[in-house]
Nanobody
Framework: VQLQASGGGLVQPGGSLRLSCATT????????MGWFRQAPGKEREFVAG????????TYADFVKGRFTISREYAKNTVYLQMNSLKPEDTAVYYC?????????????????WGQGTLVTVSS
């Protein structure tokens, strides 16, 4: 399974970006999906997760009210809408897929990872 993350780039503080995570030849319908990020010199951390049905979502405290995770089954894609971006949001963002039922915020629950997309928030 290969997950392809895209949508990163350079944005000014207060701006928005939408990240996408897609795969081909494999259905994500029954997988929990998550977004993690890793800033230089820091550990990879959980950002947001959504269960297989899209009904349950979980967010890290530092993105609550600013980021929204969603999934579009017809396109086999998961999104991370990021608003009100801050310089401290600068990181490589990774999408991940794992079996449903586990804690969305737990990194070990995800089996498949994308290659990451770089988000830089700077003026």
């Amino acid at each position: 399974v290969q997950l392809q993350a895209s949508g990163g780039g350079l944005v000014q503080p207060g701006g928005s970006l939408r990240l996408s995570c897609a795969t081909t030849g494999f259905s994500l319908d029954y997988y929990a999906m998550g977004w993690f990020r890793q800033a230089p010199g820091k550990e990879r951390e959980f950002v947001a997760g959504v269960n297989w049905s899209g009904v349950s979502t979980t967010y890290a405290d530092f993105v609550k009210g600013r980021f929204t995770i969603s999934r579009e089954y017809a396109k086999n894609t998961v999104y991370l809408q990021m608003n009100s971006l801050k310089p401290e949001d600068t990181a490589v963002y990774y999408c991940a897929a794992g079996p449903s039922g586990g804690a969305l915020a737990r990194r070990a629950n995800y089996d498949y990872w994308g290659q990451g997309t770089l988000v830089t928030v700077s003026s």
